[in-house]
């Protein structure tokens, strides 16, 4: 089944053709690769899934829907979650706080409550915390002692893994993650591939965009590679690997 | 300890406020009344600018919307104090929604440089609109709210009836905020402060919660206005400048912006300053442009974030 379905996208950034007749799909339940040197135009494509920029051309089609004019809170809801390549959190939030914002729009959440500011307290104490999100954040490996702290006082890569909960409390069907694992040592970079599978074991729908070959092939069904802005290659990580022209494109003739 | 603090601050400022008219002399309760008015509208304009991170130049001009609304009801139509400060107030936060509606597209500095214009413009309103709002000579002999005690019918509001019936509204504001704080809506506010477009990319409605925000924080200010020109019984354009936006800003800056005392401490401050540079007359706008400086520079977080530093306190909520 075609989750989420991109055809024909163009984006240019002025004279630059960013993004060249892009076509791919992303299959419900599989966990697809997007990698591709700098300047690829990885996370562009990001961008123009989420609404975050407007492409000039081409379709992007999210359960059969057309979701190119959606606004971008409603593509949340509508259920696609993204990380962003830099540290993105809401600082001065406990962790629990930073969930609360995402978990606002799942797909559950009665829609005229959201219409209509919620005064009553939330997510203050333990008894405060709605069902599941102590147990998302177990999941991404926080102990549940710190749900109630500060982001800034978290290390970077807890920060991270609030940044993923955060995405995952809205409950998506399809999760975007752009470099979730930049600037991640190897112990830890392992313990997210894990919580990627079980993520996507849970029935979410993974893009995972990364430098990391070796981890993105380990984790991965298909992978697509970008250069320039045009897809060269799409296959099992086992075909990209042995394809000419990535390696070219990665290692230099 | 920390919480036992905090409870301890405001148990002193409760008993402040409880004591005051009984040992004060009456122009002090007098003052202390416009300062818990003061209260009322730097509060509401903390919630834009404190949590959600908006910072308003106009907002006097939503206080004089409330003023000269309720003002012009009761002389006009005849209406009592009650009706027509809740009518002035609620209008003044519907046409801060439509307001906020073009308004809040600006972001950061131009959105206050915008705030600055409209404050401007409803300054030459009430000032030029002679018809209606009376131009530079206001408006005057407004009625006294009344009120109904037990045994002696129906009398109108004395000095310390305002004091306490003003310095209730402030203490069920405080307890409002501090839940609007703690809800998911104040967790938004605060969400869009930290970052507007990540907020709005895990799916916040930005646009219908900054919309709400202005409302509220417009209706807070227009309920002020409509006090400030009952309890004084006469308005005029001078109360509602650009100037006079500049010292709610300074009461919150000064106060800690995003907490629920800063308006309150920043509020007393300015009070106590403006008794003392009341002979430096228009000069005294320079003093309080020094102090932001001074703020912001040294004092990071107002009296509040300092009281936070020095003592390990969480004032926010």
């Known amino acids: ?253 | 300890m920390r919480s036992v603090a905090k409870k301890i601050l405001w148990m002193c400022l409760m008993l402040f406020v409880l004591l005051m008219p009984i040992y004060g002399r009456e122009d002090m309760v007098h003052l202390m009344t416009i300062t818990g008015i003061w209260i009322i509208i730097a509060m509401g304009l903390n919630v834009l600018t404190g949590y959600m991170g908006y910072v308003s130049f106009g907002h006097a001009a939503f206080t004089g919307l409330g003023a000269y609304g309720s003002a012009i009801l009761s002389l006009r139509l005849g209406m009592d104090f009650w009706p027509s400060m809740a009518i002035a107030a609620s209008a003044t936060a519907v046409l801060g929604a439509l307001l906020g509606f073009g308004i809040l597209r600006l972001t950061g500095a131009y959105f206050s440089i915008g705030t600055l214009l409209l404050g401007e413009i409803l300054y030459s309103v009430y000032y030029n609109w002679s018809g209606v709002t009376g131009g530079y000579m206001g408006l005057t002999s407004l009625p006294t709210p009344e009120l109904f005690l037990p045994g002696q019918g129906i009398i109108p509001f004395t000095l310390i009836h305002w004091f306490y019936f003003v310095h209730l509204v402030v203490f069920l504001m405080v307890v409002g905020i501090r839940e609007m704080v703690s809800s998911q809506f104040g967790k938004e506010l605060i969400a869009i402060r930290e970052n507007e477009s990540f907020a709005e990319s895990v799916g916040v409605n930005v646009k219908r919660r900054k919309i709400q925000c202005f409302a509220l924080s417009a209706f807070l200010a227009g309920l002020g206005g409509a006090f400030f020109a009952h309890f004084l019984e006469s308005i005029g354009p001078d109360s509602f400048t650009v100037g006079r936006s500049l010292e709610f800003i300074t009461i919150i800056i000064i106060g800690g912006l995003g907490s629920l005392v800063g308006p309150i401490l920043g509020s007393y401050i300015l009070i106590l300053l403006s008794l003392y540079l009341e002979v430096l007359g228009a000069w005294r706008m320079v003093v309080y442009g020094m102090i932001i400086i001074v703020v912001l520079f040294f004092g990071r977080g107002g009296i509040v974030g300092m009281m936070e530093r020095i003592f390990k306190l969480d004032l926010r909520k």
């Not at chain 1, 599989?30 to 690829?40: Q, R, S, T, Y």
């Not at chain 1, 970077?156 to 998506?172: F, H």
């Open chain 1, 1 to 253: 089944m075609k989750l989420l379905e991109v055809k024909a996208l163009c984006k240019n950034f002025g004279g630059l053709k960013a993004i060249k007749d892009l076509t791919f799909h992303l299959n419900g339940g599989e966990i697809l690769g997007l990698i591709g040197p700098n300047g690829a135009g990885k996370s562009t494509v990001l961008n123009l899934i989420t609404n975050t920029l407007k492409p000039d051309s081409g379709f992007i089609l999210f359960d059969g829907q057309d979701i190119r004019n959606v606004p971008r809170h409603r593509i949340v809801e509508l259920g696609i979650a993204r990380t962003f390549q830099a540290l993105t959190v809401f600082n001065n939030l406990s962790v629990v706080d930073n969930l609360l914002i995402g978990h606002a729009s799942r797909k559950k959440a009665f829609s005229l409550r959201k219409m209509i500011p919620s005064f009553s307290r939330v997510g203050e104490r333990k008894g405060m915390v709605p069902e599941g999100l102590i147990e998302l954040i177990k999941l991404v490996g926080i102990d549940k002692e710190q749900a109630h702290v500060k982001l800034t006082t978290l290390p970077v890569i807890d920060q991270r893994r609030v940044a993923i909960a955060t995405s995952l409390a809205s409950q998506p069907r399809a999760l975007l993650l752009d470099e979730p694992l930049a600037g991640v040592n190897h112990y830890e970079s392992g313990k997210l591939l894990d919580l990627f599978r079980r993520v996507r074991d849970m029935g979410t729908t993974i893009l995972l965009i990364d430098h990391n070959l070796e981890a993105v092939f380990s984790v991965t069904d298909r992978v697509l590679v970008l250069d320039f802005g045009e897809l060269i290659a799409e296959g099992t990580p086992e075909e990209i690997l042995g394809n000419k022209l990535v390696s070219d494109v990665y290692l230099g003739e």
